[in-house]
């Protein structure tokens, strides 16, 4: 999947919209509508707005769930409602638009002078549209002033732990709330070994490639070596995971004339990440999160609520 930066996009999208109207227009004989024109390059590039979006989607970067859920797994009726309004109203302009572009005679309304817009929408179709997003505010209100309190929506790790054969079990307690359910992801990796190594500064100055040196863990036979990019470590790969560690060991970066770099090595078989299965309901304070069995120890982490 592309990965430009936000302002390569925004570049292009801004020298479509200025310039591809112009070409269009200037390509066809002056009897054409630039307002038409104009419009139906806006319905493209909506268009490629919807195509994206659709393709997270498909991904799954965009989990469909909470168009009709609350943050903690509910139904959430008020939600429903403004998403099945929002789709009637807009699948209904489509077709309305679409059986006028089929019937109208465009060639003879630019003869005449006429400009090709596209319909306006009714007021009353706007008003339900008003009601819809009204209703939908003044329920979350009410569900806010009932005491629902916040939700779980996420869970830092905070430390990997180490020795996990299954994934521990996750538990909350604490923060005046309920039902928040979590799931841990082990890193995969075998003998207790070294998963990955994680820059966390890139230090400066570096001409030539730096040592890695892995020490302490418990553990023995952890290699790894630095990537130099600008004069600056932006990556470190571990050329043999070693085994036999019981805590995250140490990695010191030394040499190639530069200082500053960084980074820290997460073990293979610690806990990766935390999944929020349900978010819960009715806290007020941050729970405590509590990871235990799985064979291994050590792995902690921290909650966010929302």
Known sequence: MCKWPNWVWALIITVVIIIAPMIWVTAY?????????FSALIIVILAGFAGAVLGKIITNEI?????????????SMSRFQFLLF??????????YVTGM???????????????????????????????????????????????????????????????????????????????ARATAVLENGVDNGIGRIDV??????????????????????????????????????????????SAIPTVQISGGGGTGAQATAMLANGVARIVVNSGGSSYSATPTVQITGGGGSGAAAIAEIV
């Open 29 to 37: 004989s002056q009897d054409r509508s630039f307002q038409f024109v």
């Open 63 to 75: 989990d469909l769930k909470y168009l009709i859920s609350e943050d903690n797994g509910n139904a």
């Open 86 to 95: 929002t789709f009637v109203i807009a699948a209904s302009y489509f077709l």
């Open 101 to 179: 572009v089929t019937k109208v005679n465009f060639d003879a309304l630019a003869t005449a002078g006429k400009p090709i817009l596209l319909p306006n929408i009714p007021s009353g179709v706007l008003g339900l549209i008003g009601i819809s997003g009204a209703s939908y505010v003044v329920a979350k209100g009410i569900q806010k002033s009932a005491g629902d309190g916040s939700s779980v929506v996420r869970v830092h790790v905070t430390n990997s732990g180490a020795g996990y054969t299954t994934a521990p079990t996750v538990t909350f307690s604490g923060g005046n709330g309920t039902d």
């Open 200 to 245: 966390i500064a890139r230090g400066a100055g570096y001409t030539s490639i730096p040592a890695v040196v892995i020490t302490g863990g418990g553990g023995s036979g952890a290699q790894a070596h630095a990537i130099v990019e600008g004069q600056t470590v932006t990556r470190i790969e571990l050329s043999a995971s070693g085994s036999g560690y």
